[in-house]
C-alpha cells in the first residue's frame, strides 16, 4: 500500500490517489485548500491531525472506492466537503474535536450517484464557555438511488459552553436509507457516579469519559491510538 504523507510543507493543492494508499495529514495553523481525488477502485485509509486551522478540504471520490478517515481536531473550523461522484463508493469519516475557542466546523456530504454510502461520525469536546457549531449537510441528488447516509453528530460541553449542531438532510430522491442524529450536553451524572463509586476520582472519571467519547468509532492502529491518547489526555491537565 501506498504512503501519502501531508503537512505544512507540502505545497500541492490537488492531489490524485490511484492507488491503495495509507495518508497522514499533519497540518497546524493553517488556512488553505486541498482536493484530494480517489480515482476509480481506490481504498483511501486517513490518519488526520489538525490544530488551529481553517482549511477547505474536499475528497472527489470515484466508482468502486472505499474511503475511511480518522481525524482529531484541536480548534477546528474547517471545511470538508465529500463528494461521492460515482457507483458503488463508500465513505466513512470520523471526527473528533478539541475545542478551546469560539469555532465553526462545517461538513457538506454529496451522493451524486447510485448505491453510493456514508457514514459519518462528529464528536466534540467543548472545553471552557466558548461557542462551537457543527453544520453538516447530507446531500442526496435526483439521479441518486439506493442511497445509505448516516450522521452522528455530538457535543459534550464540559462548563457552560454555547454549542450548536446543524444537520440538513437535503433529499431529492425517494429510494434511499437517510438518517442523522445531534445531541448536545453533558457526561451522565449516573454513569459518573456509579464510576466513582468503583473507586476512581472525578477527574478519572472525566479523562475515561472523554477518551472513549472522541476515540469511539474510529478505526486506528496502536501507533495511531497512542498518539490521538497522548492529545486528549492532555484536556483536563
Known sequence: MNKLVIDNSIEDNDIFVINDTEMTVDLSNTERYISIHVVNGTCLKGFIKTNNTKNKIKYIIDDNCEVTINKLAIDSS???E???NDKNSI???TTSIINYKDNIYKQIINHKSDDTTSKIRNHC???FDNEFKFVIDGIIEKDAERVDL????KIINLRNGKSNILPNLIVDNNDINASHSAYIGTFDEDTKFYMMSRGLTSNECDDLLIKSFLLN???LQEKERDI??????TINK
Open 78 to 80: 474547517d471545511e470538508i
Open 82 to 84: 465529500i463528494v461521492l
Open 91 to 93: 465513505v466513512k469519516y
Open 125 to 127: 469536546i467543548n472545553i
Open 150 to 153: 448516516k450522521q452522528d453528530n
Open 217 to 219: 468509532g474510529m478505526e
Open 228 to 233: 490521538f491518547s497522548s492529545i486528549i489526555e
